[in-house]
């Protein structure tokens, strides 16, 4: 990098070291090299990220992946990234994706091992494995740690709780639909 | 505006007069000066946007507002602005609001008239009136046009739909309770 | 905010917590509650801030409010905001306000109580109220902490003061003018 | 450039060609290869841009150049520029130079041949030539069109014009001084 | 995508549609899923880019992606992305891989399967397949169209030609030892 | 500078003032004011830069200048800077000059004194003395600190040494012809 970028010993918070003490490891990882084991969640699906937290020599570059391992009809459930794009190839299997844009129209098709799909900035959307073996796939994100809300795991397990009769009414359902979904 | 921002026809998809046809009525708007009629919506809340799309003076410059009301106990259910932070301005009666982060923490709390609370970029977000009294806010985003999903809607009310078994695999709920979720 | 944001003690040489040590006072102001009192100014007008030096929670936002009271035919006086755009939101009374181009044009009109006005980035501005009863507006900005620059108080103003020749010649008016605009 | 920059036949309102059909001459400029005349300007200078619109080959670039010949004792007046930086080098003679901070700190120096001083984005700064021989400096800026705002002209001379009881009021002087700034 | 970014029928020169004549092949594309033929070049490797020209959902979203193959012993050779960093994930074999620093620091290692690599914006960098079993790797962009500049392609190849005294003393060789280089 | 920009001690890991402890003479520089000394480079041309690390006002100004002074036939060989675009002047002489696009366009001419040449953003570009007498010209960057990659320096100084096969191979040319390129 050049010093402008980082010269400091911290930026954004994250190690920043100066030019002369940089080495390539900062700018390696093999964090994405096995699996997810997608055994452990219910959803169906692992996401590993390789984000700055990770990463030392992205602090600054705006640009991330992740990999997502899916379950036999593992899904990667509706989720947001804030401000953050997202481009993602099938290594394995076949997907159902899609995203829904802000005038409420879905976006979505089948994509098959070695095909992309794009997921514009700040949009909800989601990948289902669409059949009954496992998949795979890599992301790339223009930022070095997008973040990501699951949609239901945002709003049912914050802590402290949101209100229910807040979820209630927020989601237009009523009382005791709502109080059952624990997970 | 100097002529670098606005002297095309159109920029973004909205008109962008050479500064020699600007006129003052371009910067003008009297979109929020009604207040919404709360009594048509069932999450018991209104949102009127003075946006690019009703003002064209805003074309380039990157902020907006809008005007929230709400009928008693109304709520503006959990949302999210891709990319854009809001900064909400409580005009009338009291609100319970809040957003959750990216690590799954609830911050939020009660904000009266003449308070304000910071919803940070992306982040989904609610308020709720919490009392028997109608109230008002006026919130504003550093995008000329924020965009917003309401989360319920979004996922529900998709055209065309968003399939039954990816939202109840994806909200790790059983499907008989998402199926009577009818909005 | 997600952790790429903010994760650093500082930033912008504002308070900058953790996620895990973010409250919601952080993200909560009071500032603006109170109208500003007018009879202090000799212009007619207070401008209330509520940017991030007075909201923590604003930092890496960009985004802020200004709250303006004028008294009855009070001003706030021609001004320019470095980079940041305005929209400014009438709450009480009745106002002339106006920017200049960069091509000499004065665009500008009267907004009353609901209607709003544009004010392009980095143009000089002013509102003034133009009759006898007070006044009120919020204005919305995209910079956290956008500054001000009124231009009679710049100039006049200034420590250590603007030699009086530059002032003079600067102002294409001759000396005998300038001399006896003391403030 | 490559393709995503330029690819349009006209962005941001200038035009653009595609690759193939650029030239050389699109990227060449002697617009700052004369003196500018400072003998029919009050002030005692004048200021030559080298902007995109005079250069196509800048569009999209985000940097510029003017030049500024000072009669002796002439003077560049108090401006801004809507958003951009200045960085300023005497090409002949001596100036006093500075700009104000939003803070009303006055920041200045004289500055001579071969010797640079910057201007911060948005703030009002001057040239002022200290002698009585001529003067010349070449100014780069962070904005392929910086555009000017030069506060007396912008307030004077605005049209339509800006009524007089605001510039008095608003400049916080009495009406018989403002008056006779006929320029 | 919301209006704000994409409401136009052209944007950057690519085809922009309105929300409502969006569909979702313009979110798809199977451009990466055949390996490139090394068989073809003479350095051993190809690059397929997913860049906006090819995926029409990518615009505006500032990201794309790239799949390199390499034959056995191949080389990507010493090359440029103009303003875009890159981060690397090798898909198959071992890479020798390496940046050089504005200081001229080089920084590199090897990188085998599943492993990354980040390559900071803007600086020269290269990828050499260092055993005799094919290669392959897939790249993501923080641009939607990044660009590249192969230094040597760019110098020895360009139309019209670059002066050969001019690569002569720019590379700080002696003629002779240019001459011959052709490709 | 406002509070937002510059409120911290150290900003990019340069020093950053708070306000009131700021002085003129962090904005002033004389180190363009004495011309290089071409005598000592091999390649006939010296670049003098004026950027944040020699003048510290230009901290979070996005803007930048250098000086290069040419030898008779001196030539500022081949380079990049990692992301800005540069407006050269020419103040002495006559240069040729030149950029390749990144898809393999030479674009290039003669500039005389007073007359001006843009290199956008990360393409490679040269400038060459195109006759006996000395030449000088000033450029202009939008950014603080452009940094500077001469590619064949990079290629072949770096430290620790780029692998001779790697250089062989990558530029397409067998080995002989490299090993002797020592500088």
Redesign the interface.
């Known amino acids: ?14 190690p ?1 070291k ?3 003490s ?4 900062d ?8 699996p997810g084991n997608t055994g452990g969640n ?3 699906s692992v996401v590993t990220a ?1 984000t ?2 990770k ?1 030392p ?2 602090n600054t ?5 992740s990999r997502i391992d899916y379950a036999p ?1 593992g ?1 990667n ?2 989720h ?4 953050a ?3 993602l ?1 099938v ?1 394995e299997g076949s997907l ?1 994706v ?12 089948t ?1 098959c ?12 959307h ?1 990948q ?1 494995n669409n059949n009954g073996s496992p998949a795979a796939a ?1 992301s ?10 699951k ?5 049912y ?7 229910a009769d ?1 979820l209630a ?5 009523n009382d005791c ?1 709502v109080e ?2 624990v ?1």
């Open positions: 990098m050049n010093g402008s970028e980082c010269a400091a010993l911290r930026l954004n918070g994250y920043c100066r030019p002369e940089t080495t390539a490891n700018f390696f990882s093999d964090v994405l090299s096995v219910p959803s169906g390789a700055v937290d990463v020599g992205l570059m705006g640009v991330s992946m009809w899904a459930p509706p947001t990234h804030p401000g794009s997202e481009l190839l290594l159902d899609g995203f829904i844009t802000t005038t409420g129209k879905f976006v979505g098709r994509v091992k070695g095909e992309m799909f794009v997921f514009p900035r700040g949009l909800v989601f289902r890599i790339a994100f223009n930022s070095q740690l997008p973040g990501t809300q949609w239901a795991e945002a709003l397990t914050a802590l402290p709780p949101v209100p807040v009414r927020a989601l237009d359902v639909m059952p979904c997970i």
